[in-house]
C-alpha cells in the first residue's frame, strides 16, 4: 500500500506541476520551434534572393554581349536597374551597375549618367577592398569626361591603400592636372607613376612625358 501511494503522490506531483507550468513550456516549445522554422524560412529566402539575382546577371551579362542585338542598351539599362531595385543587397547589382555605367560611358557617351551608376555602385561597394578602388577609378574617370575635375581630383586623392592602383591614380592625376593647365605638376605625377608602376615602364605613359619634354632617360 505505501508504494501504491507514492505512485500516486507520483502522478499528483506531475499533474500539480503540468498544471502550474505546462503552459510556459508549451509556450516555450513553440517559440523554439518558431525559431528554428523561422531562421530556416529566412535562410531558403535569402537562397532564392541569389539564385534569382544570379539569374538576372546571366541575363544581363546575355544581353550585354549580343552585339547583334538593336535594343542591346535599352535591355542592359532595363536588367541592371531591375537588379539595383529588386536585389540592391546582392554583389550582383553592384556589378550590374558597373556594366551598365561602361556602358554608359563607351558606348552612349554620357559621363553623367556613368556618374549616377557609379556613385551608387560606390555606396554598396563601400571604401575598402579591391572592388571599391576599381569603382573609384572608373568614377574618377567619368568626371574626367564629364569635364569635373575636382571632382576626379578628389575621387583619387587620400586613397589609405591604394595597392597596384596607386600608380593608376597618380597617371590619372596627371592627366587630370594637364587638362587642367598644369603642365608641371602632370609631369610630376607622371614620374612619380612611373616610379610607382610595378609592370615596368609604360610606352603610354612614357609618350606622355615626352610631350611635356621629359626623355626616357629622365
Known sequence: ????R?????????KDWWKNNGS?????????????FGWQAWQNH??????EAASQFADLINAYSDESDENRAETVAYVAESLREEYSDSAFA???MLMLARQQMMEQGDPQAAIESLSWAQEKAGDSGPLALVIRNRLARAHFAAEQYEEALARIENVDDAGTF????????????LA?????????????AREQNQQGRSGI??????????????
Not at 500500500?1 to 501504491?4: F, G
Not at 535569402?46 to 539564385?51: A, F, G, K, L, S
Not at 593608376?168 to 587630370?176: N, S
Open 46 to 51: 535569402q537562397m532564392q534572393q541569389r539564385t
Open 1 to 4: 500500500m505505501a508504494e501504491m
Open 166 to 177: 596607386s600608380a593608376i591614380f597618380t597617371e590619372l592625376k596627371g592627366d587630370i592636372l
Open 180 to 192: 587642367q593647365g598644369d603642365r608641371d605638376g602632370a609631369r610630376d605625377a607622371y614620374l612619380a
Open 205 to 218: 605613359l612614357e609618350l606622355k612625358l615626352s610631350d611635356l619634354g621629359v626623355g626616357e632617360g629622365a
Open 94 to 96: 553592384i556589378y550590374g
Open 24 to 36: 510556459s513550456l508549451l509556450i516555450g516549445i513553440a517559440a523554439a520551434l518558431a525559431i528554428v
Open 6 to 14: 507514492t505512485e500516486e503522490e507520483t502522478v499528483q506531483a506531475i
